[in-house]
Nanobody
Framework: QVQLVESGGGLVQAGGSLSLSCRAS????????MGWYRQAPGKQRELVAT???????NYADSVKGRFTISGDNAKNTVSLQMNSLKPEDTAVYYC??????????WGQGTQVTVSS
């Protein structure tokens, strides 16, 4: 079993910045990728950014140029630096991990609220 614990998030004005962090513990071997997803009220959960164990990143078009994902394999953490935040970035942000066997694990989520 894998546990993912998120930290960061909160309330920020439009144009501001926030940083999220996620630490994995437990059976954390054979990690394939980690990433961040978000879910706004009344909407489906959507991809924000992912990073593979090899460092390959992928971003949603809506956050390209504003968000940066980074990972630390030694510390089993993944971080998301969010700049130039917009009200439409308001959502619960979830950390996700996938391993090489196809198992998917989710964190509990952390709220990000951007005021206009």
């Amino acid at each position: 079993q894998v546990q993912l614990v998120e930290s960061g998030g909160g309330l920020v004005q439009a144009g501001g910045s926030l940083s999220l962090s996620c630490r994995a513990s437990g059976n954390i071997y054979n990690i394939n990728a980690m990433g961040w997803y978000r879910q706004a009220p009344g909407k489906q959960r959507e991809l924000v950014a992912t990073i593979t164990s090899g460092g390959v990143t992928n971003y949603a078009d809506s956050v390209k140029g504003r968000f940066t994902i980074s990972g630390d394999n030694a510390k089993n953490t993944v971080s998301l630096q969010m700049n130039s935040l917009k009200p439409e970035d308001t959502a619960v942000y979830y950390c996700r991990e996938t391993n090489v066997f196809g198992f998917v694990y989710w964190g509990q989520g952390t709220q990000v609220t951007v005021s206009s």
